[in-house]
């Protein structure tokens, strides 16, 4: 079976063929980071003009770099939320005109669920599946979620944010740092040059799996100004502090995302523990969550991390196997759903 997965919840277009739930035949994304990072984040109104332009290209790159032609497309799957609002109707609306004008189904697929299956792209063989339950960790620019998986499909939500997302946080300390957009990437790069120690808070919010990164973040906000580190001083910088800093704020956060994660899955009996979302790209989280974990840590590659059709395509191929199959355009763009 094969699905044409489109993705554009956020800054990137992108569109894929996978087979079967976990081939993976073409995987095109095109990032508008350069676009917003002058801006120092996502502005919702450039970012759908983007999408629009984008979106043919990018689904005729995916069906030819997959060598499959649309008919042979069995089912379309697009991402209806969570996300911003005029970015997913632009990728609702133009997979229900395919859907509608092909005669195959759709499949409206949610974002987080999306993050989730991007672990079968790659761990999709009885040889290494630990089985159900299984401990989600959705590390994103706009979700911080611990998700107990009690079987395909089937969640609960143990724990999440209530405040900044880790994504968005990482994002928040590089502009502070003056490190540019987006943040987490910049941030992982620039702590490796780290010699000093330094330390920053870190909000447990005991007897809960929740999350909270307002503190760090405003933490690393007055040290940076106490050191005259502080972007917008960047004048009289010295900047050879920077990387003990961004050190400092990736190893706090870090530290509770990979504590609380494996401690769900020691509270839940958990048989594995699937790390998706940006965030997961972070190689120091992917360390600590393998260091501290006793059941297996499943890690999408850094590319299946971050925003991208396939995994939406994946995700899809599950629901649509549990059916009702037939060809329905009755659903919308949601910007606030949630995981159910
Ligand atoms: O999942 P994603 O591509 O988009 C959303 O659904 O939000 O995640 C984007 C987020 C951004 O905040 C970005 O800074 C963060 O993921 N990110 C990282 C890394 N790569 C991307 N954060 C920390 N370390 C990274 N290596
Ligand atoms: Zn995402």
Redesign the pocket.
């Given at each position: 079976m094969l699905i044409l997965g489109i993705e554009t919840?956020?800054d990137?277009t992108s569109a894929a063929v996978v087979k079967n739930g976990n081939e993976v035949l073409s995987n095109i994304v095109s990032s508008q980071v350069e676009i917003h990072s002058r801006y120092g984040g996502i502005v919702p109104e450039v970012a759908s003009r983007q999408h629009v332009l984008e979106i043919v290209p990018i689904v005729k790159k995916a069906l030819k770099d997959a060598n499959v032609s649309i008919g042979e497309i069995n089912a379309l799957a697009v991402t209806n939320g969570p996300g911003l609002a005029g970015p997913l109707m632009v990728g609702v609306n133009f997979a229900k005109s395919l859907s509608y004008s092909l005669k195959i189904p759709i499949i409206p697929v949610n974002?987080l669920e999306g993050?989730t299956y991007a672990a079968w792209l790659e761990y999709d063989d009885p040889a290494i599946d630990p089985g159900f339950p299984l401990v989600v960790l959705i590390a994103?620019?706009?979700?911080t979620h611990l998700v107990l998986m009690s079987d395909h499909l089937q969640y609960r939500v143990l724990g999440q944010t209530l405040d900044d997302?880790v994504?968005?946080a990482?994002?928040k300390a590089a502009r502070i740092l003056g490190l540019g957009y987006?943040?987490?990437?910049a941030?992982?790069k620039i702590a490796k040059e780290s010699t000093a120690t330094e330390s920053m808070p870190r909000a447990w919010l005991p007897g809960t799996l929740d999350f909270s990164f307002s503190g760090v973040k405003t933490a690393l906000l007055n040290r940076a100004k106490a050191l005259g580190l502080y972007s917008d001083q960047s004048e009289s910088r010295d900047a050879s502090l920077i990387p003990t800093l961004a050190s400092a704020f990736q190893e706090a956060v870090v530290d509770v995302i990979s504590e609380k994660a494996t401690r769900a899955c020691e509270i839940n009996g958990a048989r594995g523990l699937i790390l998706g979302?940006?965030?997961s790209?972070?190689?120091r989280?992917r360390e600590e969550c393998r260091s501290k974990s006793e059941v297996p840590v499943l890690v999408p590659a850094?590319k299946l991390?971050?925003?991208n059709g396939a995994m939406i395509a994946a995700a899809a191929f599950y629901r649509f196997n549990q059916g009702p199959n037939e060809l329905t355009l009755d659903f919308d763009a949601h910007p606030s759903l949630v995981m159910a």
């Open positions: 919840s956020c990137e974002h993050h994103s620019g706009a979700h997302a994504g968005e990482f994002d987006p943040g987490g990437p941030i992982e979302g940006g965030v790209a972070n190689g989280l850094p991390c971050t925003d």
